[in-house]
């Protein structure tokens, strides 16, 4: 169902600090119907995440697949992997010469390269959909539908400190990739979360808090599958959201573009605050009518866009069905 075509290689690519990269491969997969012949649904993965979005592996395939919400059998849908995710040979050690900016700008090279003029969506969550605001802010009307889940347009100062501490550990620590992920975890869920799952309980083999050989074991589960310098770089990409920067204010940016904003907040959520999505959402109806605000009622904090599919599922599919009706 999934199909994994030859990578398409960007040449040529200067990044924004004036990196320059001859070649740039940019691997990708497509499900459900053929290239060209259905609406185009771009998704965009998170940190750890990679292109594949639907299938036995696939990361979202409660969401997409035949007849769920994004339905392969109506659309064609698309996912590039971030050069340098570690999910293919290609690995980028000086991290610090991208911003997500750059990454909007490869992937739009991608649409390009596949003949892809206009897409139906792009959506994303953490900071896929932080590439997916800078996609729209680059092309205004690439897209008729923005989906940004658990993002924003800008990473506020309390995420550029979070990815700040993630660095140095990244570049400190003599166990990188665990440590990072440890403190990371802390971000992407909640005290409640923790509440409600641990109790306080200890795990009597390890003589450990629960809690603790959880974190343990977040750790070394991605340390098994994960590169560290696919690992900064994303967390690179996490702290440079901002449309804005060296570019017009949001306002004049957003008001080039017709696509429908769908905002989805966490109301638990630590990272990407639900006060910021809220004035994101506050800012925009000044000047935009079709945009609009939901919220996942959670516990679990930045990850629920991962964990409760039910209700992100419910508000994905009032958006697609709704699309349809309209149609």
Same mark, same amino acid.
């Given at each position: 169902? %999934?199909?994994?075509?030859?990578?398409?290689?960007?040449?040529?690519?200067?990044?924004?600090?004036?990196?320059?990269?001859?070649l740039l491969p940019l691997s990708f997969t497509l499900s459900g119907l053929a290239l060209h012949t259905a609406p185009v649904i771009l998704v965009n993965h998170a940190l750890t995440g990679n292109a594949q979005v639907t299938? %036995?592996?696939?990361?979202?395939?409660?969401?997409?697949? @035949? +007849? $769920?919400?994004? @339905?392969?059998? $109506?659309?064609?849908?698309?996912?590039?992997? *971030?050069?340098? !995710?570690?999910?293919?040979s290609f690995i980028i050690e000086n991290y610090q010469d991208f911003t997500t900016r750059d990454v909007a700008r490869i992937f739009i090279k991608g649409l390009q390269a596949l003949q892809i003029a206009q897409l139906h969506t792009i959506i994303g969550g953490s900071v896929g959909g932080g590439i997916a605001w800078e996609i729209l802010a680059l092309e205004p009307n690439i897209t008729q539908n923005l989906i940004p889940i658990a993002t924003d347009w800008k990473s506020t100062d309390w995420m550029i400190a979070n990815c700040y501490l993630q660095e140095q550990i990244l570049n400190n620590s003599s166990k990188p990739i665990e440590d990072a992920r440890i403190h990371a975890m802390l971000c992407y869920r909640s005290p409640e979360s923790f509440?409600?799952?641990?109790?306080?309980?200890?795990?009597?083999?390890?003589? *450990?808090?629960?809690?603790?050989s959880w974190l343990a074991h977040h750790g070394e589960k991605l340390q098994k599958r994960y590169q560290l310098s696919s690992y900064k770089l994303m967390n690179q990409l996490l702290k440079t959201i901002d449309i804005t920067r060296n570019s017009d204010d949001f306002e004049t940016l957003l008001s080039r573009t017709n696509a429908t904003i769908h905002i989805i907040g966490i109301n638990s959520?630590?990272?990407?605050?639900? $006060? +910021? !999505?809220?004035?994101?959402?506050? %800012?925009?109806?000044?000047?935009?009518?079709?945009?609009?605000?939901? +919220?996942? @009622?959670?516990?679990?904090?930045?990850?629920?866009?991962?964990? %409760?599919?039910?209700?992100?599922?419910?508000?994905?599919? @009032?958006?697609?069905?709704?699309?349809?009706?309209?149609?």
């Open positions: 169902m %999934e199909n994994i075509p030859s990578p398409i290689i960007i040449q040529d690519f200067i990044t924004e600090s004036g990196a320059s990269y001859p299938g %036995e592996n696939g990361w979202w395939n409660d969401l997409i697949g @035949d +007849e $769920k919400t994004i @339905d392969t059998q $109506k659309y064609t849908v698309l996912a590039f992997n *971030v050069p340098g !995710n570690g999910n293919d509440k409600e799952k641990f109790q306080r309980t200890i795990n009597n083999n390890l003589s *450990v808090f629960n809690i603790e959520d630590l990272f990407f605050t639900p $006060k +910021e !999505n809220r004035e994101t959402f506050q %800012e925009l109806k000044k000047f935009k009518d079709n945009v609009f605000y939901s +919220e996942i @009622d959670s516990v679990h904090g930045h990850d629920a866009f991962l964990i %409760e599919y039910k209700q992100l599922d419910h508000l994905l599919a @009032d958006i697609f069905k709704a699309e349809t009706i309209a149609k």
